[in-house]
C-alpha cells in the first residue's frame, strides 16, 4: 500500500492568491482528515470526512479555508485568499471504519504564504 | 480547557539507554490513546495505542502505560537508538461517536551516540 498521498510537497504562494492541496487516502479507509501543524499552535484538526461527507469542520479557521472530498480517493484543501499566518504544515490523514482505528498520516504540504 | 499535555519538551538520552515519555490528559471521558513519531519532514507515524481498560501495552521495544486515576500515559522505549530520534506525541480519543484525536504538545527526543 502507498499510503496516504499528499501534494504538492511544498508551496509557496503570494498574499492573496489561491492555494489548493490535495489527498488521496489509503484505500478502503472510510474517514479523511485535514490537519494544520505549527510550532506555536501544535497540531490542529480543521475538518474531517466520513465517506465523502463533511461531519466536523469546527476547526477551519475562517470562510478562507474550503475543503471537498468528491469522491472515496480524493480531497482538497483550499485557502482562497491566502495570507502569511496560513503558514505551516498541512496534514491529510486517513483511517478505517472499526471502532477506535489509528490514524495514517501523510507527509504533509509544507505552505509558505509570502 | 480540556487538552493533552506532556510534562517535558524535550528530553536527551543516551544510545542503548531506556527512554520514557510522559503525557497527561485531563477528559476523563477518554478512552483511547495513541502515541506517534513525527521524523522530521514527515507525518506522525503510529507507534503504538491502548484503550482505557488496559493499564499496559508493548509493542516491539516499546511500552505504554496508562494510570487513569491520575490521568497520566507514558511511552517507554527499551534500548534507545538513534533511529529513535523525533517529536513524540500523545494523542486521546474522547469517547464514542467522536472520531477525532486531540494532540498534546510533543516531545522531542535526541539519542546521544
Known amino acids: 500500500d502507498a499510503g496516504v498521498i499528499q501534494s504538492p510537497r511544498h508551496e509557496v504562494t503570494e498574499m492573496g492568491q489561491e492555494v489548493t492541496l490535495r489527498c488521496k487516502p489509503i484505500s478502503g479507509h472510510d474517514y479523511l482528515f485535514w490537519y494544520r501543524q505549527t510550532m506555536m499552535r501544535g497540531l490542529e484538526l480543521l475538518i474531517y470526512f466520513n465517506n465523502n461527507v463533511p461531519i466536523d469542520d469546527s476547526g477551519m479557521p475562517e470562510d478562507r479555508f474550503s475543503a471537498k472530498m468528491p469522491n472515496a480517493s480524493f480531497s482538497t484543501l483550499k485557502i482562497q485568499p491566502s495570507e502569511p499566518r496560513d503558514s505551516a504544515v498541512y496534514f491529510c490523514a486517513s483511517r478505517p471504519s472499526g471502532y477506535r482505528d489509528t490514524q495514517y498520516f501523510g507527509p504533509g504540504t509544507r505552505l509558505t504564504v509570502l | 480547557g480540556e487538552s493533552v499535555g506532556l510534562h517535558l519538551p524535550t528530553l536527551s538520552v543516551q544510545e542503548g539507554d531506556n527512554s520514557i515519555i510522559n503525557c497527561a490528559y485531563s477528559?476523563?471521558?477518554?478512552?483511547?490513546f495513541i502515541w506517534y513519531k513525527q521524523e522530521s519532514g514527515k507525518g506522525p507515524q503510529f507507534i503504538i495505542d491502548?484503550?482505557?481498560?488496559?493499564d499496559k501495552r508493548q509493542g516491539q521495544r516499546v511500552t505504554v502505560l496508562l494510570n487513569k486515576t491520575v490521568k497520566h500515559l507514558s511511552l517507554q522505549i527499551a534500548a534507545t537508538q538513534p533511529g529513535d530520534s523525533a517529536v513524540y506525541f500523545c494523542a486521546e480519543n474522547f469517547g464514542s461517536n467522536d472520531y477525532k484525536l486531540s494532540f498534546g504538545a510533543g516531545t522531542t527526543v535526541t539519542v546521544r551516540a
Open positions: 477528559n476523563s471521558a477518554s478512552d483511547y
Open positions: 491502548i484503550r482505557s481498560n488496559m
